[in-house]
């Protein structure tokens, strides 16, 4: 039997698994996952990054939520990734592990995101990719290819920030949720809960195990960056 470990929903909570858990209310992680990455093979990408590794279990909330009302529960995860001194990488595809939450999904879309680096956290918001549509393992990993008006490129001997972020409806669908990795690659993972509704201390960026709190786990998000180094 799963249980809600709190019933508040100003509070961060988590459920002990989203196979079975149907909360009422978003939660900000969920415990003891099994997530199954995806692997996508653009034809002419390679793996730029890979941190898609040592599935910690627990996964967080990055979900933007659709159903009126719900927008106070709006979140962002984000991790880094560093670019080597005299490369130059386009970026085409994005692969995330994670798992759906209180329902069996799925996202209408994704949104990939790439900020700036700033004093170890996101900073200045670089690209945006809104509402592409990603292959589905059906369980919540994507393999999200990048449309070709969406082009991000990225200057060696750099840090950057990758955000996912599902769109979605809770009422149907449930909640998306970042599986995270018990090693950590670079800075420590990053979350926001712009809103406020889960009432922790992150309405802007804050590093994620400090915002969600012991259970958050990670310390970083599961992803892999594909594309083409266009190093001249």
Not at 42 to 65: C, R
Not at 90 to 105: A, H, M, P, S
Not at 127 to 149: E, K, M, W, Y
Request: proline share 6%; net charge negative.
């Amino acid at each position: 039997m799963h249980r809600i470990l709190s019933i508040a929903p100003a509070l961060t909570i988590c459920v002990s698994s989203s196979l079975a858990a149907n909360p009422t209310f978003p939660v900000t992680h969920v415990r003891g996952t099994a997530a199954h990455r995806v692997i996508s093979a653009l034809p002419g990408s390679v793996t730029l990054y890979d941190q898609n590794d040592s599935d910690a279990g627990v996964a967080i909330i990055s979900t933007n939520f659709t159903d009126n009302g719900f927008d106070v529960y709006d979140t962002n995860g984000a991790d880094d990734f560093f670019v080597p001194k005299g490369h130059k990488w386009k970026l085409r595809e994005v692969d995330v592990t994670g798992i759906y939450t209180g329902n069996d999904g799925p996202a209408t879309s994704e949104n990939i995101l790439v900020y700036q680096n700033q004093n170890g956290l996101p900073g200045p918001l670089l690209a945006h990719c809104d509402g592409v549509v990603g292959i589905d393992n059906q369980g919540g990993s994507f393999a999200i290819t990048l449309p070709r008006p969406c082009k991000i490129v990225l200057q060696g001997g750099r840090r950057y920030w990758i955000s996912v972020v599902a769109n979605m409806s809770f009422e149907c669908c449930g909640t998306w949720t970042w599986e995270t990795k018990n090693t950590q690659d670079g800075k420590p993972a990053a979350w926001e809960n712009p809103n406020g509704g889960f009432g922790t201390p992150c309405t802007t960026w804050g590093v994620m195990t400090d915002c969600i709190g012991p259970d958050g786990e990670g310390p970083d998000f599961m992803f892999t960056l594909k594309g083409k180094d266009i190093t001249n």
